[in-house]
């Protein structure tokens, strides 16, 4: 199945290179409207004196109305063919292939201590769970630390937000794969200490008592607190390791199990919201800003 899919990419993409060969109008840069390809866009806020992609249409449809007509209208619908029989082939993936099951979450691989198989689970256990498995899939996917791309200033300024999700992301993975297990150990060591001592004695109800706050702290208040956590960072975690094969968001997943909104922000000056934990001054980023990355397409 892998090797029909890439046949079938390699095949669309020797089509492309022909379609533009043949087919295409010349682009910005054979008509010598760019030097790289790519121009703005006026319904991003381009400077009304700056050549766009509105005005490149307009000269292509002007002095090439053949190819023009083969881009813009038999194109679109060859696209748009190709766009169907790609959306059915990875559905075809999605659903045959094991290692592309993006959609279903196996409890049985979620469990932390790897003993469940089957069977009916409390609503409060597949909550946790699937929390902390989404959690294990956003660091298995490779998160890359906001320090090694952001100045000093970035840091304390507007990527403090993303590095103090990332760094709670990496605590929050490390008790859940070490330190609850280590929790649990102590709860169970002072439990076989209170067995081994008198049931009415001073030392065994003492024991009985740190047992209790260990046991109490470790299977209810811990796993709240940590899930609480894990929420205000929802946002963030998201990572760009498999986005060509289309994989899940770990923060959509939380996002959906914890029902845990962080605020956002509705700026009507054409600006782009950023996420914020709650309390935090609301921040917007203008459109402007992506510019040079939606500079890439005539479909802009």
């Not at 046991?215 to 929420?231: G, N, Q």
Request: a positive charge; proline letters at 7%; glycine letters at 4%.
């Amino acid at each position: 199945m892998t090797n029909l899919y890439d046949r079938f990419e390699r095949g669309k993409e020797n089509l492309r290179k022909l379609w533009k060969r043949y087919a295409a109008p010349p682009g910005p840069k054979e008509l010598g409207r760019s030097k790289t390809g790519g121009l703005p866009s006026r319904r991003l806020g381009a400077e009304p004196s700056e050549y766009t992609w509105d005005d490149w249409r307009a000269e292509v449809r002007e002095r090439f109305p053949v190819r023009y007509f083969l881009d813009e209208v038999v194109g679109d619908w060859v696209r748009f063919q190709f766009y169907c029989a790609d959306q059915f082939v990875y559905r075809v993936k999605c659903t045959v292939l094991p290692s592309h099951h993006y959609h279903l979450i196996d409890l049985r691989k979620a469990d932390p201590d790897g003993f469940y198989t089957h069977g009916y689970l409390p609503p409060r256990d597949v909550l946790l769970w699937t929390a902390f498995h989404a959690l294990e899939r956003y660091i298995q996917e490779g998160p890359v630390d906001p320090a090694t791309q952001h100045s000093e200033e970035e840091l304390r300024t507007h990527a403090k937000d993303e590095k103090h999700a990332y760094d709670e992301a990496q605590i929050l993975y490390a008790w859940w794969t070490k330190g609850r297990k280590a929790e649990a150990e102590e709860a169970n060591r002072l439990f076989a200490a209170f067995k081994a001592l008198p049931k009415n004695s001073p030392e065994g109800k003492a024991a009985w008592q740190a047992w209790r706050e260990v046991y109490e702290s470790s299977e209810w208040k811990r796993p709240v607190e940590m899930l609480t956590r894990l929420a205000k960072i929802q946002p963030w975690l998201w990572t760009l390791g498999l986005v060509n094969q289309r994989t899940y968001y770990a923060s959509d997943v939380i996002f959906a199990l914890s029902k845990h909104f962080c605020d956002r922000v509705t700026d009507p000056s054409n600006s782009m919201s950023l996420p914020r934990l709650p309390g935090e001054e609301k921040e917007s980023i203008s459109w402007n800003v992506f510019l040079p990355f939606l500079r890439c397409s005539p479909r802009s």
